[in-house]
């Protein structure tokens, strides 16, 4: 999450933005004050989400207009401000302010800031206010929201800067189509993903005991029992098939998301997404799927025992026949929260252990992933992110000693060894590569056109080790 956010506040001469800057700061009406305002930078401790922030005010002169135009460009929210007791002032956001920022190709949240309210009076509703505004956020998405205000009261000037802080940092665009008020696809998307990674059980409903892991997750709270009822009580009172017998389906937390937002609360959704690896853009952050993991020339990498038991424990969760093997739809459902199976560009079952029926065997699946965190381990530690490895996925993997000091105490500690095959054509090496694996011999000669590997485990005085053949096509030149 973005940890400085500078607002910026624009809006025709006279409407206040001075004013407000200065009525925040000392928290009274200062009267007489200059008629642009030094830029103020906020201290993170005094925010309500810890971010440093910088508030800039802006003039509407012609002779500013460069200056102006730098600002807007430097901002990350722009605060329009209009005075309510002035209708000119309030058109021109639509004629005027909303159109010059967008053609200066700038992308940034609004908010709409109507200031003076205290000279309004208390003859315009509410609703006279929403109808007037609506159109206006219909047309132009990127305005997150309007605020009314006093600064010579003051009243609710703190609120037009926490909503300004708030459209930065748990923005509705990315989540939420407000003309025709759904989710967006690529948020529906992420909020399946981190459902079916909550479903630990995988029978496609969130039970009390996932519902209070997930919020342990996200929030560091478990919900009390009268809570967890509430909670499903409105999804049922709206979205009956969001709840069943068993707890929340995948509608009903699709429904609390959309519900969250309806009601102004971003940073309840922002922060489930952003606890599962989402970014601003709402992909995957690269942090997230790669964190820093430094491996020295001479060392190699391979899955330490966290990696091995996380791997153990999803095959056991997906092998829903029990029949100790993945099939292709339970290789399928495993992967759903991922990119893909990562080795559909190999060989891939018959590069390690299968059945009879050329399911992956457990000894087959650990065999794979430790030949893949061997020859690619960004791979393995992208994939752990993908399917829920808890905490720092660095955790799954570990470093080998350089081989000088294996062979210095004569004592090898890898358990994850490569070899490379050659020979001549027709020799048989591709035959004794898949006896390596259990696999049947072919009786018709075919010449192997590219190079592949494959991985099975192998017994050394007692342990079990992986041995990883990469066989390899020379080609010559006569």
Avoid at 61 to 74: G, Y
Avoid at 135 to 148: G, L, R
């Amino acid at each position: 999450m973005r940890r400085i956010v500078r607002i910026l506040l624009v809006g025709d001469d006279g409407v206040g933005k001075s004013t407000l800057i200065t009525s925040l700061i000392k928290e009274t009406f200062v009267p007489n004050i200059q008629h642009v305002v030094p830029e103020v930078t906020i201290p993170p401790e005094v925010t309500p989400e810890n971010v440093i922030t910088h508030i800039v005010d802006s003039s509407a002169r012609p002779e500013h207009r460069e200056q102006l135009e730098l600002e807007i460009k430097k901002s990350h929210v722009i605060c329009i401000v209009y005075s309510v007791d002035d209708e000119h002032t309030f058109n021109r956001l639509a004629s005027y302010w909303l159109p010059y920022i967008r053609g200066l190709g700038v992308n940034v949240p609004v908010v709409l800031v109507g200031n003076k309210i205290d000279l309004r009076g208390d003859h315009v509703a509410n609703q006279s206010l929403e109808d007037e505004i609506i159109p206006i956020m219909n047309e132009f998405k990127e305005v997150e929201t309007c605020v009314e205000c006093s600064a010579k009261q003051p009243l609710n000037v703190s609120e037009v800067f926490y909503f300004a802080q708030k459209a930065v940092l748990h923005p509705t665009a990315p989540l939420y189509d407000s003309r025709e008020h759904v989710l967006k696809p690529a948020c529906i998307d992420a909020l399946k993903r981190i459902f079916n990674l909550c479903d630990i059980d995988k029978d496609g409903v969130l039970n009390d005991n996932e519902l209070n892991e997930f919020q342990r997750k996200c929030f560091n709270a478990p919900l009390q029992q009268q809570e967890l009822e509430g909670v499903k009580e409105v999804v049922r009172e709206h979205e009956p098939n969001g709840v069943n017998e068993v707890g929340l389906t995948e509608l009903g937390f699709l429904f609390l998301h959309t519900l969250f937002i309806q009601r102004g609360r971003l940073e309840t959704t922002w922060t489930v997404l952003r606890k599962f690896g989402y970014g601003d853009d709402l992909s995957l952050r690269e942090d997230f799927l790669f964190p820093p993991f430094e491996v020295q020339h001479d060392c190699s990498v391979e899955l330490s025992p966290n990696g091995y038991q996380f791997f153990a424990d999803i095959f056991q969760v997906f092998d829903k026949d029990k029949d100790g093997a993945l099939k292709d739809s339970e290789l399928a459902s495993l992967f759903a929260t991922t990119p893909g199976n990562p080795w559909t560009n190999s060989e891939f079952p018959h590069t390690t252990i299968t059945n009879e029926a050329g399911a992956v065997t457990l000894q087959g699946w650990l065999a794979q992933w430790s030949m893949t965190t061997l020859l690619d381990y960004k791979t393995t530690l992208s994939y752990l992110a993908y399917l829920g490895f808890e905490g720092d996925t660095t955790a799954a993997l570990k470093k080998t000693k350089p081989k000088k000091i294996d062979k210095k105490r004569n004592k090898v500690q890898r358990n994850v060894f490569l070899v490379y095959v050659f020979g001549a054509a027709g020799s048989g090496k591709t035959s004794l590569l898949r006896a390596f694996v259990n696999k049947p011999f072919m009786d018709v000669y075919t010449p192997t056109t590219r190079s592949f590997s494959l991985v099975n485990s192998v017994e050394i005085k007692g342990e079990e080790k992986y041995l990883v053949v990469c066989f390899i096509i020379v080609t010559t030149k006569i």
